[in-house]
């Protein structure tokens, strides 16, 4: 298994440009089901839910190219015919956005057959929104051996209101709603950029939207959709982790190739802990010159701030004077993070929804365990500060989301490097459950 190791106290200096949005080109990937011609994706990331999504929609019959370096990370899916609408455990366990392609595929073939995900490390996520909303467009659905089945001969248009807000459930049922006989509105839906992004993307297919990025969408259902090409929008969360790194290791850092609008609650956050930005209209320029004072952070809904930098934020701080309360409320168990951080000297009390982070504490290099992507990320940047050459292990989680994240953070001056296997077992810190 591959682990990163990284030497601490480098500042970060020049220029990082951000990948595409691995939250964005998974919907629309999924939504490539909609329709029996082409749909071409560009600004895909080369990270492995990329590849995930790829084998689960090759599975089913559909004829998925994708190609990055010189081939400008561009995808091609076309799912002409889909043989096996389906979604095996093998695949949806790896990753739960494999439930997208339930919509889809019960608008499309009138059936699904797809796992239900299970439990994760941040908590128990249920799809339970996602089922009820396809039972309100008609399609009957039942549960069993692990699987959910979706049956209908055509959806209907209804009125759905979301019970807690969703970005998947709300893309999920985005997609389903575009192939619906007549109008559908959707109450209570997640306004993350991603959902406009999938939105922009069905448009260009031939859907009828109205609404996306604002929590109320109407569709009106077509009865076909058509091949489109569609460019990703940034990752406005490696974005803000590179922003985050910049600023934690008093460097200067010119995150380029983002959108500025969609980060503008981590970016308030920032400057309430004395972090200095200037904003171009695609990039970010970070200066960590001043000293760190601690902020309190809850993590909310887009426009608020996101539960996928939580984790990122804590490492900032532990290097902030004072005390800093994080409150995760979107997922229940989201701070197996602070353990880690804490074995590297980081002063973190965790007490049920909210973490309590006194700082400054000086880090110190050790060995870590990456527990879910974001995590992975809380702990590199940790590392950059750490003293110390700090080993973490189990960095699939971190492939899973960030490109090429070893050689973007050497060429602004990190001290990382990738390894394989080549520790004893005894040498790396024991699993958490
Ligand atoms: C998406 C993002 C993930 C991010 C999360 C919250 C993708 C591929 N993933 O995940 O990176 O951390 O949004 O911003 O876009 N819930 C239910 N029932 C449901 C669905 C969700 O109770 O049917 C709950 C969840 O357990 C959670 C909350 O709603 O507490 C929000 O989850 P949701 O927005 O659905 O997260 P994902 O779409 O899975």
Redesign the pocket.
Known sequence: MDKLIIRGGNPLLGTVRVSGA??AA??CMAAALLTDEPVILENIPQVR?IETTRKLLAAMGAEVELGYGRAHHRTTICARTLAAPEASYELVKTM??ST?VLGPLVARCGRAHVSLPGGCA???????????GLERLGARITQEHGYVQAVADRLKGAEIVF?????????DLLMAATLAEGETIMQNC?R?P?VADLAALLHAMGAKIQGAGTSTIYVKGVAKLHGAKHRIIPDR?EAGTFIVAGALTGGDLNVAGCDPTHLTAILQKLAETGVKTTLKTDSVRVMGDQPLAAADLNTE??PGF???MQAQFMALATQAAGTSIITEN???NRFMHALELVRMGANVKIEGRRAVVRGVTPLSAAAVLASD??ASASLVLAALVADGETIIDRIYHLDRGYEHIEEKFKAIGAEIRRVGDIFPKRAVAPAHA
Do not use: S
Not at 126 to 132: G, S, V
């Open positions: 691995k939250n998974l919907p839910d739960r956005a997208l941040i908590g128990a996520r249920p799809i339970d929104l996602h089922i009820k019970d807690k807000i969703t970005v998947t459930g709300t893309e997640a993350e991603e969360i809904e887009y996101p539960t996928d979107i997922f229940e992507l974001r």
